[in-house]
C-alpha cells in the first residue's frame, strides 16, 4: 500500500497554496511539469494549456488507461480600477458569494494581498443585514497605493493546513486529484500504458479534458476528483440523508451525475477492488455535479468512463476540509485497480 | 520614532476578547512598564500606566498639590465569538460584541479551548436544506452558523466546552500604502499609538500626570472605562478610538480616507474646549485633521467617562479604518503615527491652569 507521508503532504501544500485559476493555471502546471518529468515517457503541454503525460506499458498492446485530475480552481478576474487601490472583479466558476466578504485575497503573479471588505455592521441596518452582499457591490481592495491589472486572476489568501486528521485549505477541489495523479505516475503499474491529463478549465466547462479525452483515445478513463461532502448536522436534529458523501468513509464512487452515467463495469471493479483489498469506499449520492468524466466520455467513440473524488467539505470556500485518510484510500484504491486492469474489463 | 508595526502585529496577534484581555493585556504591560513611573491593573482588568508630570516648582518633592491629570483611553478588547454549543464536533457560536454574520463564512478563526489548545477552525456556512425553511438562502443568521476545527467529534468535545472563545484568524498582513490589515485593529491600532505617545513623552516635558488606559469590554458595555475613569478620576480625559474609512459601501460624511490624516470629534461627547486645544495643536505641528461629526453618541469610552462622579471633559480622536468589525480590517500606519505623535503634542502643551480656561460660553 502506497502512503502519505511528508513529501507528499509538501507537495500537496504547494499545489494548494498556488495561484491557477481557470483559464491561468501556470503556477500549477510548473508545478506538474517539474514533479512528472523524471517519470513520464512523454510530457507535452496542448494547445490550451493541459499537461498531458505517458508512461509506456509492457508488452505489446496494453490497456490504455486515462486518468484526469484539474489543475485549476475557481476564483476571480480583476476587471476595472476604480482608483486608490479599490479594484473591480467578476467570479470565475461557481463560487457562492456569501463566502467573499471579510476575506483576503491574492492578486497575480506575485500574491499580491488584498481584502474584500464590507461595510461596518455600525453604518448598516437590521434590515440591510437580512441580505446577501452582491459581488456587484464588492471590491479588492490593494490598499490606498495597491496596483493591478485588468485581467489578472485572483484567488483566497487562504494557506494550506494539516489539522489533526484533516486538511484545511483552499483548493483542495482538484489539487487532491493531481497529487494523486503524479503518485501513481511515481508508481506507475506496468501492465497498462497510463495516460495523465493535468487538464484546465473544468470549472468553467470542463474544457481540457475534452481535447485530452481526443488526443489519447484511451480504452477507459478515470477522473479524479474532489466531490462535496455535505455531512453536517441538520439544524433540528433531523437525520441529514442528502450528505453526497461523508468525510472518513474513503474514496467516493460515482455511479451517475449530471453530465454521465458512469461505466457499471468500472464502477463494480472498483468496488470488488476496494472490498478485496480491505480498502475503505463509499458510493457518492447519484445525482447533481459533474467532473471531467462527462467531457471524456464523449470523446471520439466514445470511452468508458467512472470518477472517483476525494470528499472535501465547503466547496470553493477559502477552507475546504478533506480527510489524509481518504486521501490514502483513493490513492490506494486507485493504484490497485490499476494494477489489476486486464483487456476484458471493457470488451465489447 | 521607532517602527510601531512589529508590536502592534504582535498584539493583533494574540487572543483578548472583551472579557478574556489577559493575554493581549500581558503584551501591552510589558511594553508599556519601561515607559511609566507606575503600572497597574484595575479590578476588572484594564491597564492604568501613569506617567507623572513635571513639578510647577520644578522640584518634585517639594511639590505637595496634586497635579491635574490627562487621562488617555485606548480599549484593548476585541469583539469576536463564544460558544454555544457543540452538535457531531460541530461548534455553534454566538457573538461578543458587534458582528455582521454576513462576514463570516469561509473565515479562519481560533477557538480558545478549554482544553488550553488554540485549535485552527473556519466557519462554515451549512447546506440549504439542513436549515430550517427559508433559513439557508440570502445571508444565514450567526445561530445557524457552525465552526469546523477538522478534528473528529470525539476529539473536539474532550477539548471544547460551551462558553470557550473563539476569534478572528486573519493573518497581519502590510498592504500597499504603507497600511497594515488583520483583525482587531480596532483598537489595538490605537494601543499602539498610545504606546508612540508614551515614547514621545519620554523627551517631552509636560506638567500634566498623564493615565495611559488600556480598557476592557469597551465593546460590550464601555465597562472598563466607567470603572477605571472613576478610579483614576482624571481631570480630562480623551478616547482614542476607530473612525470609520471611505471604502466600498461607506461613503459620506461619517468616512474618512486612510493616510490622509486623523480626526477630532465633535459632538455631545466632546467639550468644545478641548477640541480646540487639539485642532490648534495639530494646526501648529502640521498633522492633517478631520471634524468627526458626533450627532449623539461618540460610540467610544468617551461616551462612558464624560458620566463619571460629577462629570470629566472629554475629547474623541480617531483613526480611520476601513472594514471595521470584519477580519481584514485596514488602517494606514502613519495615521496611526499621527495620533500618538497629536497626543503627545497636546499633553505637553496643558499648562497647569489649563482646566480653569475650560469654561461652557
Given at each position: 500500500?502506497l502512503?502519505i507521508g511528508k513529501p507528499q503532504i509538501n507537495l500537496l501544500e504547494k499545489l494548494c497554496n498556488a495561484l491557477s485559476v481557470s483559464g491561468a493555471e501556470g503556477e500549477v502546471r510548473r508545478i506538474v511539469l517539474e514533479e512528472v518529468k523524471p517519470y513520464a515517457d512523454e510530457v507535452k503541454v496542448d494547445a490550451l494549456g493541459s499537461v498531458l503525460v505517458r508512461k509506456n506499458g ?6 490504455r488507461v486515462l486518468l484526469d485530475a484539474h489543475m485549476d480552481e475557481v476564483g476571480?478576474m ?14 470565475v466558476g ?12 491574492i492578486v497575480g503573479k506575485d500574491h ?39 485581467g489578472e486572476r485572483a484567488t483566497f489568501?487562504?494557506k494550506f ?6 486538511i484545511?485549505s483552499k483548493s483542495i477541489d482538484d489539487r487532491i486529484g493531481v497529487a494523486i495523479l503524479i503518485e501513481l505516475l511515481k508508481n506507475a503499474p506496468k501492465?497498462i500504458e497510463l495516460c495523465l491529463s493535468f487538464s484546465v478549465q473544468e470549472e468553467i466547462g470542463l474544457r481540457g479534458a475534452k481535447v485530452a479525452g481526443y488526443y489519447f483515445n484511451p480504452?477507459?478513463a478515470i477522473a479524479v476528483d474532489s ?64 467532473t471531467n468524466a462527462?467531457a471524456i466520455?464523449?470523446s ?8 472517483v473524488?476525494v ?16 486521501w490514502?484510500?483513493t490513492l490506494?484504491?486507485l493504484h490497485?485497480?490499476l ?10 | ?361
Amino acid at each position: 500500500m502506497l502512503s502519505i507521508g511528508k513529501p507528499q503532504i509538501n507537495l500537496l501544500e504547494k499545489l494548494c497554496n498556488a495561484l491557477s485559476v481557470s483559464g491561468a493555471e501556470g503556477e500549477v502546471r510548473r508545478i506538474v511539469l517539474e514533479e512528472v518529468k523524471p517519470y513520464a515517457d512523454e510530457v507535452k503541454v496542448d494547445a490550451l494549456g493541459s499537461v498531458l503525460v505517458r508512461k509506456n506499458g509492457a508488452g505489446k498492446k496494453p490497456l490504455r488507461v486515462l486518468l484526469d485530475a484539474h489543475m485549476d480552481e475557481v476564483g476571480f478576474m480583476i476587471v476595472a480600477d476604480d482608483g486608490e487601490g479599490f479594484f473591480q472583479f467578476e467570479v470565475v466558476g461557481g463560487i457562492d458569494p456569501r463566502h467573499l466578504v471579510g476575506k483576503q485575497v491574492i492578486v497575480g503573479k506575485d500574491h499580491t494581498i488584498g481584502v474584500i471588505g464590507a461595510k461596518p455592521i455600525h453604518l448598516t441596518t437590521p434590515e440591510e443585514r437580512k441580505h446577501a452582499i452582491d459581488v456587484d457591490a464588492m471590491r479588492i481592495d490593494l490598499g490606498p497605493e495597491g496596483k493591478a491589472s485588468a485581467g489578472e486572476r485572483a484567488t483566497f489568501a487562504t494557506k494550506f493546513k494539516i489539522v489533526g486528521p484533516s486538511i484545511m485549505s483552499k483548493s483542495i477541489d482538484d489539487r487532491i486529484g493531481v497529487a494523486i495523479l503524479i503518485e501513481l505516475l511515481k508508481n506507475a503499474p506496468k501492465n497498462i500504458e497510463l495516460c495523465l491529463s493535468f487538464s484546465v478549465q473544468e470549472e468553467i466547462g470542463l474544457r481540457g479534458a475534452k481535447v485530452a479525452g481526443y488526443y489519447f483515445n484511451p480504452d477507459l478513463a478515470i477522473a479524479v476528483d474532489s466531490t462535496p461532502s455535505r455531512d453536517l448536522p441538520d439544524f433540528d436534529g433531523r437525520e441529514n440523508y442528502t450528505y453526497n458523501t461523508k468525510l472518513g468513509f474513503g474514496p467516493a464512487i460515482y455511479m451517475a451525475n449530471s453530465s454521465t452515467i458512469d461505466d457499471p463495469r468500472l464502477v463494480k471493479f472498483l468496488e470488488e477492488t476496494a472490498i478485496k483489498n480491505k480498502i475503505p469506499y463509499q458510493f457518492r449520492q447519484p445525482g447533481g455535479g459533474g467532473t471531467n468524466a462527462g467531457a471524456i466520455q464523449q470523446s471520439r467513440a466514445g470511452v468508458p468512463v467512472v470518477s472517483v473524488s476525494v470528499p472535501h467539505r465547503y466547496t470553493h470556500s477559502p477552507v475546504s476540509v478533506s480527510r489524509v485518510e481518504d486521501w490514502k484510500n483513493t490513492l490506494n484504491l486507485l493504484h490497485t485497480a490499476l494494477n489489476n486492469m486486464t483487456p476484458e474489463l471493457v470488451k465489447r | 520614532m521607532s517602527d510601531i508595526l512589529p508590536f502592534l502585529k504582535s498584539i493583533i496577534s494574540v487572543s483578548g476578547l472583551s472579557g478574556f484581555e489577559t493575554p493581549v493585556a500581558n503584551l501591552i504591560e510589558k511594553k508599556w512598564t519601561p515607559l511609566v513611573d507606575q503600572l497597574t491593573r484595575s479590578r476588572l482588568g484594564s491597564i492604568h500606566g501613569l506617567k507623572k508630570g513635571r513639578s510647577t516648582t520644578g522640584i518634585r518633592s517639594a511639590d505637595k498639590s496634586p497635579r491635574p491629570s490627562v487621562l488617555i483611553a485606548t480599549h484593548m478588547d476585541a469583539i469576536g465569538l463564544m460558544v454555544s454549543r457543540i452538535v457531531d464536533g460541530f461548534i455553534y457560536v454566538t457573538n461578543i460584541g458587534g458582528v455582521d454574520s454576513r462576514v463570516l463564512p469561509g473565515t479562519p478563526v481560533l477557538v480558545h479551548a478549554s482544553s488550553g489548545e488554540d485549535l485552527y477552525g473556519v466557519v462554515v456556512l451549512p447546506p440549504a436544506n439542513l436549515l430550517p425553511d427559508g433559513e439557508g438562502s440570502g445571508a444565514v443568521a450567526l445561530k445557524y452558523l457552525m465552526v469546523d476545527t477538522g478534528l473528529t467529534p470525539s476529539d473536539v468535545s474532550k477539548r471544547v466546552k460551551v462558553g470557550d472563545r473563539v476569534a478572528f484568524n486573519t493573518e497581519p498582513v502590510e498592504i500597499a500604502g504603507g497600511c497594515v490589515s488583520g483583525h482587531t485593529l480596532d483598537n489595538r491600532a490605537s494601543v499602539a499609538a498610545l504606546t508612540i505617545c508614551l515614547e514621545e513623552l519620554q523627551s517631552k516635558s509636560h506638567v500634566w500626570d498623564v493615565w495611559a488606559l488600556a480598557s476592557v469590554q469597551e465593546e460590550v458595555s464601555f465597562g472598563g472605562s466607567y470603572t477605571s475613569t472613576f478610579e483614576l478620576r482624571p481631570t480630562i480625559a480623551v478616547a482614542l478610538d476607530m473612525t470609520f474609512g471611505r471604502g466600498t459601501g461607506s461613503s459620506g460624511y461619517q468616512t474618512f480616507p486612510l493616510g490622509k490624516g486623523i480626526t477630532l470629534g465633535i459632538g455631545p461627547s466632546v467639550h468644545p474646549h478641548l477640541h480646540k486645544r487639539f485642532k490648534e495643536v495639530a494646526d501648529r505641528i502640521e498633522i492633517p485633521v478631520d471634524n468627526d461629526l458626533m450627532p449623539e453618541h461618540s460610540s467610544t469610552d468617551a461616551d462612558a467617562m464624560q458620566l463619571i462622579a460629577e462629570g470629566i471633559p472629554t475629547m474623541v480622536v480617531s483613526i480611520p479604518q476601513r472594514y471595521m468589525h470584519t477580519p481584514v480590517e485596514l488602517v494606514s500606519i502613519k495615521d496611526i503615527q499621527r495620533a500618538g505623535r497629536l497626543l503627545a503634542e497636546f499633553i505637553a502643551s496643558l499648562e497647569a491652569d489649563f482646566i480653569e480656561k475650560i469654561i461652557w460660553e
